[in-house]
């Protein structure tokens, strides 16, 4: 559950959102996620009962090459392959910036070397050094995520005092502009956005080679994995377009950091900047 989490929680909540926000608007943002959390469950189902029956390692390419033919589940694996290889590099290139904005007189690639040096690492030393580390970072961003929803409630009701607000501001983010500012079409351009951010839960089907018992871990995984996703994911958007409003949503800074500042939380963007450090080298 928490190689999935790793998968799926990196840059696609802790910065895309803001820019899913402004241009779809808070409403349409949540039923964006919404819908993709529904095909995202549709598909796990399969690959869950896929993955139980045939536990190995590898899953949806080894499934393709033995129902469909040698050459669907060649293709499948070489466009996996780089679909990571792609995310890769820019997971540490921006992992690079991060540490350069600590250290600016370092070169960026230094930084994004020593980060695919410990990954390759983690991978090479046994599934359990992979595992274990996986679960550390992951509960640091699954932490992180937890206490702004918390304090992100406090804050919309008043409990929390929130810079630019005498009084709670409440749901009127939300609708401030109408349901879908932007048109309900706006809603299915932002899919592809939600799919990337939700993409890394197949990771749950991969690790059923690895696993002792696939038939009675790899299902109870995939039911806590979709239901804490779908509350940490719309959860975080909910709170974050309460307190932000939708046009000024955007990527120069992460939303979580603009609501941690607002709240007075001292050295949020420190803080944050960590947590999206290690969001990135475990997705």
């Avoid at 896929?50 to 499934?63: D, K, N, R």
């Avoid at 679909?83 to 600016?104: C, D, H, N, Q, R």
């Avoid at 980060?115 to 090479?124: E, G, Q």
């Avoid at 050295?267 to 290690?278: D, E, K, P, R, S």
Wanted: net charge neutral; aromatic share 12%; glycine share 10%.
């Amino acid at each position: 559950m928490m190689i999935s989490f790793g998968g799926v929680i990196g840059t696609g909540l802790f910065l895309s959102t803001g820019y899913t926000v402004n241009q779809t608007g808070p409403v349409g943002t949540i039923l964006a996620y919404g819908v993709g959390a529904v095909i995202v469950y549709l598909v796990m189902l399969c690959l869950g009962e896929l993955s139980v029956a045939m536990p190995f390692t590898g899953a949806f390419h080894v499934y393709a090459t033995r129902f469909l033919g040698p050459a669907t589940g060649f293709v499948t694996a070489v466009l996996y392959w780089l679909t990571w290889t792609v995310a890769l590099g820019s997971e540490f290139t921006g992992a690079a910036m991060i540490m350069k904005g600590w250290f600016p007189t370092t070169p960026t690639w230094m930084w994004a070397a020593l980060f695919i040096a410990l990954v390759l690492a983690l991978n090479v030393t046994s599934v359990r050094v992979f595992a274990e580390a996986e679960t550390f970072l992951s509960s640091v961003k699954v932490a992180a995520i937890l206490i702004f929803i918390v304090m992100g409630a406090l804050a919309i009701v008043g409990v929390i005092p929130y810079e630019g607000y005498s009084s709670a501001p409440g749901l009127h983010n939300l609708t401030a502009d109408g349901l879908f500012p932007r048109g309900l079409g706006a809603v299915f351009t932002t899919m592809l956005a939600v799919n990337f951010a939700f993409s890394g839960t197949e990771l749950i089907g991969i690790t059923a080679g690895e696993t002792a018992e696939p038939g009675r871990t790899i299902p109870r995984a995939i039911r806590a994995t979709l239901a804490r996703l779908i509350l940490f994911f719309i959860g975080s958007i909910t709170v974050m377009s309460c307190l932000i409003p939708w046009r000024s949503a955007g990527v120069e800074q992460s939303p979580f950091v603009t609501v941690f500042d607002a709240m007075g939380v001292p050295y949020a963007g420190t803080i944050m900047n960590v947590v999206i450090l290690t969001a990135i080298l475990s997705a």
